[in-house]
C-alpha cells in the first residue's frame, strides 16, 4: 500500500483507536501512550499490505496485537497500582475490564494477612528482590515466594466469592453505659478503650462467635487494614482473645439488649421477700454489734446514718450466696495498671411492654462498694456506695482518693482556707465535704476498717438455703441468653450478688419507711453510705 493511502487511513481511524486507548488504560497518559504504539504497529502493517478485504477488522485484530504487546511488555514490569499495592498481571495476561472488577481486587488485596499484604506492596510496588524481603522479614526466601503465591490464591479465591457487610456494619452496636469490678488503670475503666464506637463494635463482634481479622472486618464492612492496629491493641489490654486457631473472643460481658418486665418482677419480688426477712433476723443483730462503738463523727448527729451505713455494708460482706466458681480468667489486665471485670450495658428493649406489674418497684441502680485509699497517710481509707440514698454525683470517676486525704489534712490543719490551698478547699466544698463555714461534712469513723469488719454479724444458713434454689434458677435462666466463654461470669454474678446492694436499699428503703430510721436530711444525704476511716476526729 503506498504511504499516501496508509497517511488518510491512520487520519480516518485515528479517534476510533483512541478510544480503544481510552477503554483500554487507567489514565490519559497511558491511553495516549498506548495509541501512539497502536498507531506505529498499523502504519507499519498497512504499508506492507498489498490488498485488504476488511479494513476495518485488519485494524482492529492489528490494535488488538498492539494492545497485548503493550500489556506483555510494558505492564509486566509496572504492575497496576491498587491503594498503595500493585498487583502484576498474570501470565495470561488477563485484565481487568470494569470499575467493578477494580473496587472486588482493591477489596480482596485489603483482605489479605497483614505480612502477605506487606510482601506484596514490597514485592511488586516498590520491586524488592526476594532475598531483601526474607532479610528485612528474617524469614527464608522460600517463606517469601510461598506468601507471594498465597497471595496470588488468595486473590482469586477472593473473586469468587461474594462478601455481605454483617449485622454490624448496617447496624452498629451502641453502648449506654460501661461497668467495672475491681481496679480502674490510670486512663480509667473499659469506657476508655471501648467509647469509640468502632472499638466497641470490634469487640462485640466476637461476643457470640469467634472470628479472625478478616471476619471481623466483614462483620462491620471494612477492611482489615484500618483494624489490624486498634485490634492488636484491645488485644493487648486484654480485651479481645486470641484463640489457637487466630481468632479472637472477649471476657467482656455484654448486657442482653432486651428484658421483659414480667421476669424483672419475678426477681424483684422475691428479693423483697429477703429483704423483709433480713430487716426481721438481720438487722437487730447489725445494730447490737454496732451498738458500742463511739469513735465515730457524725455531721448531723444522727446515729442512725451511721447504723445504715454498716447495716448496707453488712448485707454486702455477709449475705451473699455461696456459689465457688474462680474468675479470675474474667479479669481484663490493662496496660495502664487496670484490672478488672468489664461489663457493658446497652439501652435494653422491652419484650413484653403490655405487662402490668402487681407492684412498681423503684430504681436500685447504684455504683459500688468503692474502696479508696491512701499512700501518703497509710491510716486513711474510705468506702462508699453512690445510689439514691445519697446526694453525691459522679459515681465512681468523681471519688476520688485525694477526697480524702484533703479531708485528713483540714482535720489536721495542714491546709486551711487560704490562696495557697485554694484547689483542696474548692474541691472539698464541691462534694460538700466541708460546709461554707469549714466543719467536716462527712462521717467518720476513729479506727481501722478490718476492725469494724470483725464486728459484721453472719447470716444464718437456714436464710441463705431458702433463697438458693430460686437464685440458681434465675442465674441459669439468664446465663443462656450469653455466649458459652461468659456463662460462669453470669452464673456466678448472679447468684452471689442475690442478697447484695438490690436487697441492701430494699432493706433501707423499709426502714425508712416504717419509722425505723428518720427520713435523710440534705446534710444526711451528703454522708450517706459513706464512712471514712482514719487515725482522727475532726
Keep these: 500500500m503506498d504511504k499516501q493511502t496508509a497517511d488518510r487511513l491512520i487520519i480516518e481511524y485515528l479517534p476510533k483507536l483512541y478510544g480503544f486507548a481510552v477503554n483500554k488504560s487507567y489514565s490519559y497518559a497511558e491511553a495516549e501512550e498506548l495509541c501512539a504504539d497502536i498507531v506505529a504497529e498499523v502504519y507499519a502493517s498497512l504499508c506492507k499490505a498489498d490488498e485488504i478485504a476488511n479494513m476495518e477488522g485488519y485494524i482492529w485484530r492489528i490494535s488488538e496485537h498492539a494492545y497485548a504487546k503493550f500489556v506483555s511488555i510494558k505492564k509486566r514490569h509496572e504492575g497496576v497500582s491498587i491503594d498503595g499495592v500493585v498487583l502484576p498481571y498474570y501470565d495470561d495476561d488477563t485484565r481487568l475490564e470494569t470499575e467493578e472488577e477494580m473496587n472486588v481486587l482493591r477489596r480482596e488485596i485489603a483482605f489479605l494477612t497483614q505480612k502477605r499484604r506487606q510482601i506484596v506492596f514490597w514485592f511488586y510496588y516498590e520491586n524488592r528482590s526476594v532475598a531483601d524481603i526474607a532479610r528485612t522479614l528474617g524469614m527464608p526466601e522460600g517463606t517469601v515466594k510461598w506468601h507471594l503465591n498465597k497471595a496470588r490464591l488468595d486473590l482469586k479465591e477472593g473473586f469468587s466469592m461474594k462478601r455481605q457487610v454483617g449485622t454490624l456494619g448496617l447496624s452498629p452496636y451502641t453502648a449506654a453505659n460501661f461497668a467495672h469490678g475491681g481496679r480502674p488503670g490510670e486512663n480509667g475503666g473499659p469506657e476508655y478503650y471501648l467509647y469509640d464506637k468502632l472499638n466497641l463494635n470490634i469487640v462485640y463482634s466476637v461476643y457470640f462467635e469467634p472470628k479472625n481479622t478478616a471476619e471481623i472486618a466483614e462483620e462491620l464492612g471494612m477492611t482489615p487494614v484500618f483494624l489490624e492496629d486498634k485490634i492488636a491493641w484491645l488485644e493487648e489490654n486484654g480485651f479481645l482473645v486470641r484463640r489457637k486457631d487466630d481468632r479472637f473472643t472477649t471476657y467482656v460481658r455484654f448486657y442482653p439488649t432486651t428484658y421483659s418486665q414480667e421476669q424483672q418482677n419475678r426477681i424483684l419480688s422475691v428479693q423483697k421477700e429477703v429483704a423483709q426477712i433480713l430487716v426481721k433476723e438481720y438487722v437487730p443483730l447489725v445494730r447490737d454489734a454496732f451498738k458500742d462503738v463511739t469513735n465515730v ?68 441502680e447504684m455504683c459500688g462498694q468503692m474502696t479508696r485509699d491512701s499512700g501518703k497517710y497509710p491510716s486513711v481509707f474510705a468506702i462508699a456506695w453512690d445510689s439514691r440514698f445519697c446526694s453525691r454525683r459522679g459515681y465512681w470517676k468523681n471519688n476520688l482518693f485525694t477526697d480524702y486525704e484533703y479531708v485528713y489534712e483540714w482535720m489536721s490543719g495542714v491546709i486551711d482556707d487560704t490562696p495557697a490551698n485554694a484547689d483542696k478547699v474548692a474541691r472539698l466544698r464541691e462534694r460538700k465535704f466541708i460546709t461554707e463555714d469549714g466543719k467536716v461534712n462527712i462521717m467518720v469513723v476513729k479506727d481501722i476498717l478490718d476492725s469494724l469488719a470483725e464486728r459484721l454479724p453472719e447470716l444464718e444458713e437456714t436464710v441463705k438455703k431458702q433463697f438458693y ?48 430510721f428518720q427520713p435523710l436530711s440534705e446534710q444526711d444525704k451528703v454522708s450517706a453510705n459513706l464512712l471514712m476511716f482514719c487515725d482522727r476526729l475532726p
Design 297 to 364: 463523727y457524725i455531721p448531723s448527729g444522727n446515729r442512725e446514718l451511721f447504723e445504715a451505713a454498716v447495716i448496707f455494708w453488712a448485707i454486702q460482706e455477709k449475705c451473699g450466696l455461696p456459689f465457688e466458681k474462680d474468675l479470675s480468667p474474667y479479669y481484663l489486665k490493662t496496660t495502664d495498671g487496670g484490672e478488672y471485670i468489664a461489663s457493658v450495658y446497652s439501652k435494653p428493649t422491652c419484650t413484653d411492654p403490655e405487662y402490668v406489674p402487681s407492684e412498681k418497684f423503684p430504681s436500685y
Design 469 to 516: 434454689d430460686f437464685a440458681l434458677e434465675q442465674a441459669m435462666l439468664e446465663a443462656k441468653s450469653h455466649p458459652p466463654q461468659i456463662q460462669d461470669l453470669v452464673v456466678a454474678d448472679a447468684v452471689r450478688s442475690f442478697i447484695s446492694r438490690t436487697v441492701g436499699m430494699m432493706v433501707l428503703d423499709i426502714l425508712y419507711e416504717d419509722g425505723t
